[in-house]
């Protein structure tokens, strides 16, 4: 891992899905050998910034995204910037290449595709392959262009008055809680029990939902921060006995605040990352953490609606 991002493309077809696999296992490879690194901390930051403007994108995806484009900020597919946005690609542009799901026709038993099911081993055969029905049979590279490189009408404006506006984001957030399945109290200073910590989240035996509890402040971005970071622990650590990893999972705590955060346009420049608690972790524990960042980051981004 450089100290610059190394651009990646995927021209050659034949080895399109090869190469796209292969350079996410080396960006995790990177980060694994260097996560007490300062060079990796910025990376991983790069990745956060791709995924909190594409939150509704796998993290496979957003790691595809930054190594082609890492300024992008939207993304569609050629002929979609033509139908839905009178925009056209630039002549010459190189496309960003993602996985997109393949819907077909796909076996009751082995859940192939026709073509793959009659490779398999399964003997199934009650119903023939024209009578099955539809459903998700795997991935395919797709070629995506970013808003940079097309032309065109301008793009209508999204609605974005509430971001960055603390007032309304605290509110919208505290009412997800029962979306999120806690319970949140906001706690004044005399009465707040867990010293210099500006929230908890805990879970007694016998409850049916962990509780949140909050110091109140005067910032309601400081709260809303706060309530991000205690959702993160209710969705991701309930359950987790081991200490060690506990541990590890605080940092993922702290970056879905930081991807909730920036997609809500809160002021994250304080952030950082300490990526040395994650250090003795392979790289498909790695990749399981992102998956689990942005899974959680969507889940509360979907819920605090306002």
Not at 3 to 10: G, I, K, P, R
Not at 26 to 36: E, N, T, Y
Not at 254 to 263: F, I, K, P, T
Request: charged residues 25%; proline residues 4%.
């Amino acid at each position: 891992m450089t100290t610059e991002t190394q651009l990646v493309s995927f021209d050659e077809s034949a080895t399109r899905r090869e190469e796209m696999h292969s350079t996410i296992e080396a960006w995790l490879d990177d980060l694994q050998s260097l996560v007490d690194e300062a060079t990796a901390s910025r990376e991983f930051q790069e990745w956060l910034d791709v995924q909190s403007r594409f939150h509704d994108y796998s993290h496979r995806n957003t790691l595809l995204i930054k190594q082609q484009c890492p300024d992008a900020t939207r993304v569609a597919g050629y002929r979609t910037w033509q139908s839905e946005f009178d925009r056209h690609v630039t002549e010459g542009e190189q496309a960003i290449w993602i996985w997109a799901p393949i819907i077909a026709k796909q076996c009751p038993n082995c859940g192939n595709s026709s073509s793959y099911h009659k490779q398999s081993d399964c003997e199934y055969d009650e119903t023939p392959p024209a009578e099955w029905s539809k459903g998700f049979v795997g991935f395919r590279p797709a070629p995506v262009f970013d808003v940079s490189q097309t032309e065109g009408e301008e793009l209508p404006e999204l609605d974005t008055a509430a971001e960055g506006d603390a007032d309304a984001l605290f509110p919208a957030l505290r009412e997800a809680a029962s979306e999120i399945d806690v319970s949140v109290s906001v706690v004044g200073p005399d009465n707040w029990a867990y010293g210099e910590a500006t929230g908890i989240c805990r879970q007694a035996p016998g409850d049916d939902q962990p509780t949140i509890e909050l110091l109140d402040q005067d910032d309601p971005a400081a709260l809303a921060g706060v309530l991000i970071h205690e959702y993160a622990h209710a969705l991701l650590h309930i359950g987790v006995d081991d200490q060690a990893e506990q541990s590890k999972r605080e940092v993922e705590a702290e970056d879905v605040a930081y991807l909730v955060g920036r997609h809500f346009g809160l002021d994250t420049s304080g952030s950082a990352f300490y990526l040395a608690a994650w250090n003795d972790d392979e790289t498909d524990t790695l990749l399981e953490r992102l998956g689990r960042i942005s899974r959680t980051a969507t889940e509360i981004v979907d819920t605090a609606v306002y």
